[in-house]
């Protein structure tokens, strides 16, 4: 089994930054793909960034350049930095992580969420 525990989620002013981190633990032979999505309040959930295991990075278009995704494969940690934050970036983010945990297996894995509240 693989466990996420995700960080770094809180209230922040508009304008400010906030740093998210998702540490990975468990039977994890590799990572794959590693990814955060938010899920704003009465609204469905949202690719916000994605990094493959090469470390090429993908955005949604409303959160490019002003955040930015990256991993640390020795600790099997994602983090999101997060700057400029708006009201709109309100909402739960989650980490979802590709995960190979047998040499036949591999399987994505979900967070249980970080609040993130952008609000004056």
């Known amino acids: 089994q693989v466990q996420l525990v995700e960080s770094g989620g809180g209230l922040v002013q508009p304008g400010g930054s906030l740093r998210l981190s998702c540490a990975a633990s468990?039977?994890?032979?590799?990572?794959?793909?590693m990814r955060w999505y938010r899920q704003p309040p009465g609204n469905e959930r949202e690719m916000v960034a994605g990094?493959?295991?090469?470390?090429?990075?993908d955005y949604a278009d409303s959160v490019k350049g002003r955040f930015t995704i990256s991993r640390d494969n020795a600790k099997k940690t994602v983090y999101l930095a997060m700057n400029s934050l708006k009201p709109e970036d309100t909402g739960l983010y989650y980490c979802?992580?590709?995960?190979?945990?047998?040499?036949?297996?591999?399987?994505?894995?979900w967070g249980q969420g970080t609040q993130v509240t952008v609000s004056s």
């Open positions: 990094i493959s295991s090469g470390g090429v990075t």
């Open positions: 979802n992580v590709n995960a190979r945990t047998t040499w036949e297996r591999v399987e994505a894995y």
């Open positions: 468990g039977s994890i032979l590799s990572l794959g793909a």
